[in-house]
């Protein structure tokens, strides 16, 4: 690979900042007419309006913004590892340039350099395309001179790209001309499940009772006072009483005369109102999209129970952990092996993030143990990785049940450094694997 071809700048540095502008519809004047047309031009490839209004529903609904940080926090906080598909030397230095790539990856906001991290923010900004479809991230290399490579990674809003060819295009703003091509290896493309298409749904209609609750609760929340005189309209005398009255009661007073009648003509049974009801409703559909279930005593009724939920919510977990490893590794491993390597080397180690286990380790143990007792043909490899074990490198010492903490203990004092990620991947053992 010609190693001078890889994206070492900004695309975005051309663009004056005043063009990355959010410019979109107000999210106060939404209707259900407005957000089916920018539903549809989504669909259609005009991703602008639908992205500013999810993004503003994300940052203001309360029933949003805690599902969705509960969805990507989860998988955020889990530990990643990278291994390896056989035990070959070539295998072992594919790991360790990886290893120093995540070690060294730096992870911004193209519109807020003040959010700045590494692995676990790329990680929740990549969970971005869960709600939205697409999240979108600019990879500028940077190489050492030591022969290593390590990259900076700049989240893009959705709202700064346009689909209507079928592939993303940036786009930062409506006014500008053509589209440009987003360049291969420059850019990292996260695609997920968009669930943002229906929760604007839900949280639209969840706003609607609320705001009429509101009203409601401002204009009947206070006793209101009806006055009756014998004077006439106009005459000094009523116009005392309605002075009173307006003293008393400011926006919630009547003043008839003494032959006139006011009726209040109530729709409801007088004791509720449908606004709570639909409000719930709404809100039950948010957090079922999101989380897989409502976590109410309502689910229960139903037989989706709170173990029921939970399973669900890990089920959702290793998913969006298997989505998120694969993504990485076709984007992001792939290029490093190239540059490093080779154009026409495959990668022989990957990005793994672990998952969350439920609880049957105990099972596992018992099955595996039946299973080798009788014979049956089991992978290693495939094994370890169930119980989110690393094979061991050569030179490592490998455990054996009569060994002696001792010894464990002065064989980890003569190792070099290793990160955080490395210890706790390998396993310390009692002989040395050749």
């Known amino acids: 690979m010609n190693k001078a071809k890889l994206k070492r700048h900004s695309s975005l540095s051309s663009f004056p900042p005043g063009l990355l502008r959010k410019t979109g519809r107000n999210s106060r004047e939404l209707s259900i007419e407005s957000l089916t047309q920018s539903l549809d031009a989504f669909r259609a490839g005009y991703l602008r309006e639908a992205a500013l209004i999810w993004e503003s529903m994300e940052e203001r609904d309360d029933t949003i913004h805690v599902a969705a940080s509960k ?17 070959s030397a070539a295998a072992q230095a594919h790991r360790e340039a990886l290893e120093h790539f995540y070690r060294n990856l730096r992870v911004t906001h ?25 999240a979108v991230h600019e990879i500028i290399w940077i190489p050492s001179p030591e022969g290593n490579l390590s990259a900076e990674l700049r989240f893009v809003p959705l709202w700064c790209f346009e689909n209507t060819t079928g592939k993303l295009r940036f786009c930062p703003s409506e006014f500008t001309s053509a589209p440009q091509e987003l360049e291969p290896g420059g850019w990292m493309i996260s695609v ?26 401002r204009r009947h929340g206070f006793p ?3 006055g009756t005189t014998p004077a006439e309209r106009g005459s000094a005398e009523w116009s005392d009483m ?5 003293d008393f009661s400011h926006n919630s007073s009547v003043l008839i005369s003494s032959g006139e009648n006011i009726q209040v003509i109530e729709r409801s049974d007088g004791r509720s109102t449908p606004f709570p ?71 022989l180690a990957r990005f793994h993030l672990n998952n969350t286990q ?28 169930r119980y989110q074990r690393a094979m061991p490198t050569p030179g490592e010492l490998l455990a054996e049940s009569s060994t002696p903490l001792q010894e464990l203990n002065r064989f980890e004092q003569t190792q070099p ?12 053992h009692g002989k040395t694997l050749s």
């Open 110 to 134: 193209a519109m807020d350099e003040n959010e700045t991290g590494g692995l676990q923010l790329l990680i929740r900004q990549m969970m971005d395309a869960i709600g939205k479809r697409y």
């Open 192 to 217: 997920g499940e968009g669930l943002m298409t229906a929760c604007s749904i839900a949280c639209l209609f969840k706003r609607m009772p609320l705001r009429d609750w509101l009203f409601y609760c």
């Open 71 to 87: 969805r990507k926090k989860a998988v955020s906080r889990l530990s990643y590892e990278i291994l390896t598909l056989n035990g």
């Open 277 to 347: 009801a639909l409000v719930e409703e709404m809100t039950r559909a948010i957090i079922t999209l999101w989380r897989g279930g409502d976590l109410s005593t309502r689910s229960i009724h139903y037989g989706a129970g709170a173990t029921m939920q939970q399973d669900e919510a890990l089920l959702m977990e290793i998913d969006d952990a298997e989505w998120i490893s694969e993504t990485i590794h076709t984007q992001l491993d792939t290029w490093v092996i190239r540059w490093l390597f080779g154009p026409d080397i495959k990668p």
């Open 224 to 226: 209101a006072v009806l």
């Open 358 to 385: 439920k609880s049957s380790i105990e099972t596992d143990l018992k099955v595996d143990e039946f299973l080798l007792k009788h014979g049956a043909p089991l992978s290693l490899a495939k094994m370890l990785r």
């Open 242 to 246: 309605q002075e009173a009255l307006e």
């Open 417 to 428: 450094t290793q990160t955080k990620e490395t210890k706790n991947n390998d396993q310390i």
